[in-house]
């Protein structure tokens, strides 16, 4: 009897995935966990039925949401990230010298202890010297921040349920108020493509667009999330993501990726024509 893991995108459309074995499953206080491995995508996350990642794609939305902030600012030192307690983050912000600090705020510790027995490979940084692993409330924690960090990622689940807070005007106006004069946000923004989905796209890109003064949306293609079209926001004090990167430093560091290139850097910035008309909408 075969097994499959589905996951509905819309009430209409759901994306199913053969399984051969439940390797990992439980109710934390927060959400249900449950880790599958299947021939296809290997190891698959999922928090409350909703794909996190794959063995076979993590790398493109690790790489995105992590390589295209470092690229533009310089100074990057000390970070902060949101959420991410597979460790996928961390892994790759661990493999810049210059970040001296990384403070991962997780709410679920849950998550991080089966990400450490089951995905290894994005766990593997986790007890790198320069990580500290808090497990609270994201908005309480980024209340009692101020101008201490060049970088904040905000790597939540999608912006319904738990992290509905994630996606709000007071949470961006505290991750505002944690960075430096010259610091940059980075949070996912979902897909651009199915209506609900868009719409809550449109909300949280309104809110950034309110509180920073440099707001950008970029994308990459990730086969198990919806429509296999996902958004990144790039929201700054001081640096704009394509006129002020320096992609020669970049290349100096010699860093092996598998998605991201300063090329690609560039072009994930050029938007599709319905995008544009979409965040034009909001942004006033």
């Known amino acids: 009897m075969e097994m499959w893991f589905s996951e509905f995108h819309t009430p209409d459309v759901k994306h199913s995935i053969r399984v051969t074995r439940h390797l990992y499953a439980k ?110 409330n994201a908005l309480r924690f980024i209340r009692r921040c101020e101008s201490k960090y060049d970088l904040i990622i905000v790597d939540s689940t999608d912006p319904f349920g738990p992290s509905e807070g994630l996606f709000t005007k007071e949470f961006y106006g505290n991750c505002y108020n944690a960075l430096k004069e010259d610091g940059i946000m980075v949070n996912q923004q979902g897909s651009p493509f199915y209506e609900h989905d868009a719409k809550a796209m449109q909300r949280s890109h309104k809110r950034i667009v309110e509180t920073f003064p440099i707001s950008k949306v970029y994308q990459a293609h990730i086969p198990t999330y919806a429509a296999g079209y996902w958004l990144f926001g790039f929201a700054s004090k001081k640096y704009h993501p394509t006129n002020d990167v320096d992609l020669e430093s970049w290349y100096r560091l010699n860093l092996r990726t598998r998605y991201y290139t300063p090329r690609l850097h560039i072009g994930a910035f050029a938007l599709p024509a319905f995008l544009e008309d979409m965040l034009r909408e909001v942004e006033g």
């Open 27 to 136: 109710q934390s206080n927060y959400q249900q966990i449950d880790i599958f491995e299947t021939p296809e995508y290997g190891k698959v996350l999922a928090l409350n039925g909703n794909v996190q990642l794959t063995e076979r794609d993590e790398f493109i939305y690790d790489e995105m949401i992590t390589h295209v902030p470092m690229a533009v600012h310089p100074g990057i030192c000390d970070v902060l990230v949101i959420g991410a307690g597979d460790g996928g983050v961390v892994r790759e912000l661990t493999r810049y010298d210059r970040v001296k600090s990384i403070d991962l705020v997780e709410m679920d510790p849950q998550v991080v202890e089966a990400c450490r027995e089951f995905l290894p490979g994005n766990a593997c940084r986790m007890d790198d010297r320069r990580v500290h692993i808090y497990f609270e």
